[in-house]
């Protein structure tokens, strides 16, 4: 079993900040692509980035140039730097990880539970 647990989310201001974190937890043999999704209010849920294991990143066009996805591989963490942040920035975060668990030879998604990241003066 593998536990996601995101953190970093919070209340800033237009132009701020935030580092999003997400740290997984059990029965890991590895993990391959990382990703972050955000869901607003009313709206589906959509892709902000992705990295693969070896560092390899995408981002949306939405977040392209403002937002910095990486991993620190040796203590199976994922990151997500938010800078410029913007009202429409506002959503809960979720992390996304597809994981090879030491019971078995296929890799299975698992998501974190959300944190929320709100915009706003």
């Known amino acids: 079993q593998v536990q996601l647990v995101e953190s970093g989310g919070g209340l800033v201001q237009p132009g701020g900040s935030l580092r999003l974190s997400c740290a997984a937890a059990?029965?890991?043999?590895?993990?391959?692509?990382m990703s972050w999704y955000r869901q607003a209010p009313g709206k589906q849920r959509e892709w902000v980035a992705t990295?693969?294991?070896?560092?390899?990143?995408n981002y949306a066009d939405s977040v392209l140039g403002r937002f910095t996805i990486s991993r620190d591989n040796a203590k199976n963490t994922g990151y997500l730097q938010m800078n410029s942040l913007k009202p429409e920035d506002t959503a809960v975060y979720y992390c996304?990880?597809?994981?090879?668990?030491?019971?078995?030879?296929?890799?299975?998604?698992?998501w974190g539970q959300g944190t929320q990241v709100t915009v706003s003066s």
């Open positions: 996304k990880a597809a994981v090879v668990t030491t019971t078995a030879s296929y890799e299975y998604v698992y």
């Open positions: 059990g029965s890991i043999f590895s993990i391959n692509a």
């Open positions: 990295i693969s294991s070896s560092g390899r990143t």
